[in-house]
């Protein structure tokens, strides 16, 4: 019974079985877009200003008493690529957990943005950075200190995630 009205939705009708008009809407879709103005950004004299949805270079957010990772490993365990090395170390202070090593190969990072999505503490975001040159792939693993933005660099892209979470 239900494969009977499955059927009789698919039957396409003349015009559809032609194809003639989605064509000829689609050619004036393209011939519309042919005439208007043209958008070229002259890169680097005209620098552009990404939203706080973009999902840049990851980054690790600095706040004034210090870093807010805790090396949980959440981040190295969701990469896909395997981009993101973290070794753990004890302290005593109410945080208990510190990264000794925090290391993401940009090389194999895909800006997927899980890293941010895992991590409990919002320590990791993807920045606004877009332009990422390096002259030698060792030069393309960051360390701790290279990740390690303010956290009012970042203010926008975090009040993004806190608004998307809800």
Do not use: H
Not at 92 to 104: L, N, Q, S
Not at 105 to 114: D, S
């Amino acid at each position: 019974m239900n494969i009977e009205k499955n059927t009789e939705k698919q039957r396409l009708n003349f015009w559809e079985k032609i194809y003639l008009p989605e064509i000829a809407r689609g050619l004036g879709m393209t011939f519309v877009e042919m005439f208007k103005p043209k958008v070229t950004r002259q890169y680097p004299e005209e620098v552009w200003n990404p939203t706080g949805s973009y999902r840049g270079r990851p980054v690790l957010v600095l706040e004034e008493d210090g870093e807010r990772c805790v090396a949980c490993g959440l981040c190295s365990r969701v990469c896909p690529a395997l981009a993101i090395e973290v070794a753990a170390g004890e302290t005593e202070k109410t945080k208990e957990r510190y990264p000794i090593k925090f290391e993401i190969n940009m090389l194999r990072c895909i800006y997927c943005g899980f890293c941010e999505e895992v991590c409990p503490e919002e320590a990791i975001v993807m920045s606004k950075d877009y332009d990422l040159v390096f002259e030698k792939q060792e030069d393309a693993i960051l360390d701790k200190d290279q990740l390690l933005i303010p956290m009012a660099q970042l203010q926008d892209r975090l009040e993004f995630l806190r608004q998307y979470r809800r």
